[in-house]
């Protein structure tokens, strides 16, 4: 079944009230207009972007926020929609297919999700979601300010070196395709 922006902001918005912590909300509004730009500019589904911008972190309404991964890609098979939606709640952590490319440390292991990081090919709307989400809180900011956000809030951990070469080389990705930095996209960036 497919799934709309519409529909998917209406799903993050019903856990408003129903959480004392709502930021991921906010945020994950961030990155679904973010992403729809960045599609936009590539010729891609604008819609599709913001949709799965505004679920990949769904499942912090479900459930401890450090199960989020998995607890959103249940939900959202649950819920009946088409595997790509739930695939964006696993994906949008780890870069490279690799599930130690990730902020905050080396995650506990769950083979599943080790298992389908490693063999999904990520597609380039996934890939915009991993970049929005490292430059998204409830505001859009530089990679950077976005990854210092991250390691004070989670600390420095082994594998924080190996995330953030990583992240920049997405970037940089990015904006190879665009032809401009995708800052040029958010001129609130400047701003913050």
């Known amino acids: 079944m497919k799934l709309t922006s519409d529909i ?7 856990f408003r009230n129903k959480m004392e912590d709502t930021r991921w909300i906010d945020h994950s509004i961030c990155v679904g207009n973010s992403a729809g730009k960045i599609a936009k500019s590539l010729g891609l589904d604008r ?32 819920l009946g929609y088409d595997d790509e939606y739930a695939n964006i ?14 902020a905050g440390g080396f995650p506990k292991d769950i083979p599943f ?38 390691m004070l809030r989670k600390g420095v951990h082994e594998n924080t070196v190996y995330h953030i070469k990583e992240a920049q080389k997405l970037k940089k990705e990015f904006d190879k395709m665009l032809g401009f930095n995708v800052y040029k996209l958010f001129p609130d960036v400047l701003e913050n």
């Open 8 to 14: 998917a902001l209406e799903l993050i918005e019903n």
């Open 47 to 78: 819609d599709k972007a913001k949709t799965l911008g505004y679920i990949h972190d769904i499942g912090k309404g479900i459930g401890e926020f450090k199960e989020h991964v998995m607890n959103g890609y249940k939900y959202i098979k649950e």
């Open 89 to 102: 709640c696993l994906t949008h952590s780890y870069l490279n297919n690799d599930v130690n490319c990730t």
């Open 113 to 150: 999700r080790t298992d389908f990081i490693k063999a999904h090919e990520y597609t380039i709307y996934e890939k915009i979601i991993n970049l929005c989400d490292l430059m998204c809180t409830n505001v859009n900011m530089t990679l950077e300010k976005r990854l210092v956000d991250i």
